[in-house]
């Protein structure tokens, strides 16, 4: 017998869980909700944490999803430092890190993912830090003080954003990465190259086509001091920060029965319900059938998971809807550029360059066979809505069906 019931669980206390909330207020349920999150905050935003936090730009409070006070306002309960351990989706009931039992009618698992670690030689060296939680972003705040030179390994949107925030704190910093150019797995050579130019502008050096053979410690012995290279360099690093990806956290999903799926998430359908009924799942570990893309999809990008909780949430209502949304992303580096992408494009055969790269906003547009599959907006540039309704529309548009 649970120890108590609640209309609607909702596990993981990022922004799908955050906003699923306010979307079932929103759409005029009244009956009790509980969020279970094992972090110390309240649900907050992940990108300042590379961004205007870390920079020292932004506070802890301008971070979060919803201001002091609404949880109470609103009347949904959150219970932050606890983990649900374990789903029974036959007898609908979740065990708490509490002890508790919790009886539930239907629930949303949105536990999000993990960073994945480097394990090379020297990887437990104080000084190699990741950052996934506000907290991280504390620790390298405080332990790059002292230091000149940080190594940012990983050319992807975090090691990229690191490098800037902590070039604007004043640090000498050293992208090291697999790539020959910033971003440019996702978004292509074009972008990788003027990414690559507006970086180096501002005194960040890279090091491309490369990666972290070892960690070695400074005179100390406990610290690291340099990032030795497959490639036979030496960098040399009073901090390291690892942006080498995530990985979907589906510990609870895979004890409690959850089907998961080919890209490493829960498996869901078209409505984001997961393979138990009543269990829906949202954001970064949730892999769905796109009806947008024809295909299974895995995003973890904020928005996506924004736009999922509140998917979810319909569908617990009984909208009965496919979460149609055209997923959307963005990134700034600190004020020297911005960058907002639309798709994405799992394979794309032809770039259109609207604009200049280095003379003011331009944007990319990716087409597959005449397709258009995504478009990256830099600083500005390109249609956006545009963008959003020629990937909705799937027709073939080709180069010269695309906005001038
Ligand atoms: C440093 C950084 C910068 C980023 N910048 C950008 C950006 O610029 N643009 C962008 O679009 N995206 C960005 N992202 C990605 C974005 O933040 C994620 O896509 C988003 O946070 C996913 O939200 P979520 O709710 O799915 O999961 P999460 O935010 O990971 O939240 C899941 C929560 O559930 C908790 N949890 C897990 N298991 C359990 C359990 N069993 N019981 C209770 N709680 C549990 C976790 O501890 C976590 O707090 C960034 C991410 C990081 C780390």
Known sequence: ???????????????ASATAAATLRAEGHE????????????PYHRPPISKGYLAGRETREEALVHPAGWWEEQGVELLTRTSVLSLDPAVRSAKLSTKQEVGYGQALVATGAMVRRLSVDGAQLEGIHYLRALGNADTVRTDVEAVDRVVCVGGSYIGCEVAASLTERGKRVTILMQEAEPLDRPFGPVVGAHVRRVLEDHGVEIVGSDEVERFEADAGGGRVGRVVTKGGRRLEAGAVVCGVGAQPDVMLARKSGLALGDLGGVRCDSRLRTSADGVFAAGDMCEYDSVLHGRVVRIEHEEVAAAQGATAARNMLGADV??????????DLSDWAAMEYVGPAAAWDEEVVRGEPGAGPFSVWYLEGGHVRAMLSFDGGGDLDRARALIAAGGP????GLPG
């Not at 149609?324 to 990134?331: D, E, G, K, Q, R």
């Open 1 to 15: 017998m649970p120890d108590r019931d609640v209309d609607i669980l909702l596990i993981g206390g990022g922004i």
């Open 31 to 42: 009956g009790s909700i509980l969020v279970v999150g094992r972090e110390l905050d309240p």
């Open 322 to 331: 496919a979460h149609a949304v055209v997923p959307y992303f963005f990134s």
């Open 397 to 400: 548009v080709g180069a010269a």
